[in-house]
């Protein structure tokens, strides 16, 4: 009987939608979620779908990747959007809503559907038959992330210490230089901002003054010396960073042939590397902070930033080295995973995943072959990351453009994201009507 149900472990986004998604292809779901038996530090409402950081899904513009993500879950019957727009607020333009309202909304429908059962259960374990989608979030209980963490091999890691990523295109390569130190690896694995001594003085000056995100009551972190944020190490000494992140040593510059008095790596974020992050920059500076500061160094004058540093608690897997391109477990295909436990940031990031989950799952159940949305779009460049990043550097990421494959020929940068949009919304359409065939069908024996 196990083998046609789906056993869905987390009522967040990801879950829901998973469910939701899994559901309206005729499976039986059942959801645990441990609220209100039992409260994660964070969360306060009783009910299924609960916002905690914020109000907002952000940007609607498809100007935006995030938009354009927004608008393929619409296009596609995703219960998030269908919820986030029957309780948004006004917003300018960005997407928010009343969360007490999004969340009765999601859980009247969750609860409501003939074929969920919700179990206000704690899962403290995976089950050991049948399909299941782990969608527990960053806030995993600890009893379900020891059974995680030995389910994974120890690949799971409880906090993030992520360095700001830009994209390549806003880069000043007047300013910058490509070298690996000592000339190892090829010449382009590594850009290279150098700093002479004025400036590298005024950086630390600046790093020490700039604003701290503090740590909220649970997120308790212990920062090993491998990924000290970089504040913290300017606020040891002025010379800290010279000789940490930010050492010249091995690396000369070809314009002036010598080393710099300091320099700050870039490394390809993608193997396309239209995306660089800053090597070695976690940190707990404010975003605002973040935009200020770092456009102080050489060649990031006019930097787009596709991710901001953090340094918060954040239980995800290392999803590349474990996952397939379905987010089902490599070692053990009954299993899925769902929303930021893959990795994945955001609200909106989340519920699509759950939503890839819930119909993934679903056609496994079925036997049928598992539909990919192409990587063109926003749904399949979201996956595409997270199931093909380096594994060695993997990090939590919200979708952006940086994500997305390169147009052909040669177009406009201002031009570029309306048609990265085009494209995909015309890559979706295909993937799209094979998907909503078994909604209908399943509607309508049902």
Not at 47 to 70: H, M, P, T, W, Y
Not at 227 to 249: D, I, Q, Y
Not at 350 to 366: H, T, W
Not at 407 to 428: T, W
Request: proline letters at 5%; aromatic letters at 6%; a negative charge.
């Amino acid at each position: 009987m196990s083998e046609n149900i789906i056993t869905i472990i987390g009522g967040g986004l990801a879950g829901c939608e998973a469910a939701w998604q899994a559901a309206q292809r005729g499976i039986t779901v059942i959801l645990h979620e441990m609220k209100p038996q039992r409260f994660s530090p964070a969360h306060q409402l009783p009910g299924l779908a609960e916002l905690v950081c914020s109000n907002s899904l952000r940007g609607i513009s498809l100007d935006n990747a995030v938009g354009l993500l927004k608008e393929e879950l619409r296009r596609c019957g995703s219960l998030t959007m269908e919820a986030a727009e029957a309780t948004c607020v006004p917003a300018g333009g960005a997407l928010a809503v009343d969360r007490q309202l999004f969340s009765d909304y999601v859980t009247n429908k969750i609860s409501s559907h003939p074929l969920i059962r919700i179990e206000r259960t704690e899962a403290t374990a995976i089950p050991a038959e049948g399909i299941v989608v782990i969608a527990s979030g960053p806030l995993t209980s600890d009893a379900l992330a020891a059974s995680l963490a030995n389910l994974t091999g120890d690949r799971l890691y409880f906090y993030d210490a992520i360095a700001p990523i830009v994209t390549a295109d806003s880069l000043d390569m007047t300013r910058v230089f490509a070298a690996s130190r000592y000339g190892k690896g090829d010449s382009d694995d590594y850009l290279n901002c150098p700093l002479n001594e004025e400036e590298y003085l005024r950086f630390i000056d600046e790093l020490n003054r700039g604003e701290k995100v503090p740590a909220r009551d649970f997120e308790k972190i212990v920062h090993f010396e491998g990924c000290m944020p970089v504040e913290e190490l300017a606020s040891r000494g002025v010379e800290t960073l010279r000789f940490g992140p930010m050492k010249p040593v091995g690396l000369i510059n070809p314009d002036t042939g010598h080393e710099a008095h300091a320099v700050i790596q870039l490394r390809a974020e993608n193997r396309e590397k239209t995306m660089y992050n800053l090597v070695g920059f976690q940190t707990k500076l404010t975003y605002g902070e973040q935009r200020r500061i770092f456009r102080l160094i050489p060649g990031l004058e006019n930097a787009e930033f596709v991710r901001l540093g953090s340094m918060h608690r954040n239980t995800f897997i290392n999803s590349p080295a474990l996952l397939d391109s379905t987010q089902q477990l490599k070692s053990d295909p009954r299993i899925f995973f769902a929303g930021q436990i893959t990795g994945v940031e955001g609200y909106v990031e989340s519920a699509a995943s759950g939503f890839l989950a819930g119909i993934a799952a679903a056609r496994a159940v079925q036997g049928q072959p598992i539909p990919l949305p192409s990587p063109e779009t926003a749904l399949g460049a979201l996956m595409h990351h997270i199931t093909n990043a380096d594994v060695k550097h993997f990090q939590p990421m919200n979708v952006n453009y940086g994500l997305f494959p390169e147009l052909p020929g040669r177009v406009k940068k201002k031009e570029r994201r309306q048609k990265l949009a085009e494209r995909a919304l015309a890559a979706l359409q295909e993937w799209e009507s094979s998907i909503r065939h078994r909604v209908r069908e399943c509607t309508e024996k049902n």
